[in-house]
């Protein structure tokens, strides 16, 4: 199951919560009933360095 982050609306608090990809977003925490919203968070991939452009990766010239 994805982990999703919310936070809680009345201290700022950051919560990692797991649920299927179908549910509704939780709008209270499941275990102390307190209201929480849903936060957006970077992947985690970055892609660094050469090769990852076309010109990278051809040669310049006519040779084929």
Same mark, same amino acid.
């Given at each position: 199951?994805?982990?999703?982050?919310?936070? =809680?609306?009345?201290?700022? /608090?950051?919560? /990692?919560?797991?649920?299927?990809? +179908?549910? /509704?977003?939780? *709008?209270?925490?499941?275990?102390?009933?307190?209201?929480?919203? +849903?936060?957006?968070? +970077?992947?985690?991939?970055?892609?660094?360095?050469?090769?990852?452009?076309? =010109?990278? *990766? +051809?040669?310049?010239?006519?040779? /084929?």
């Amino acid at each position: 199951m994805p982990t999703y982050l919310y936070k =809680n609306l009345d201290t700022g /608090e950051i919560y /990692e919560l797991q649920q299927s990809m +179908r549910d /509704e977003p939780y *709008t209270a925490h499941p275990d102390t009933g307190v209201p929480v919203k +849903r936060v957006l968070a +970077r992947p985690g991939i970055a892609f660094k360095g050469s090769g990852f452009y076309v =010109n990278d *990766t +051809r040669k310049s010239g006519g040779d /084929e």
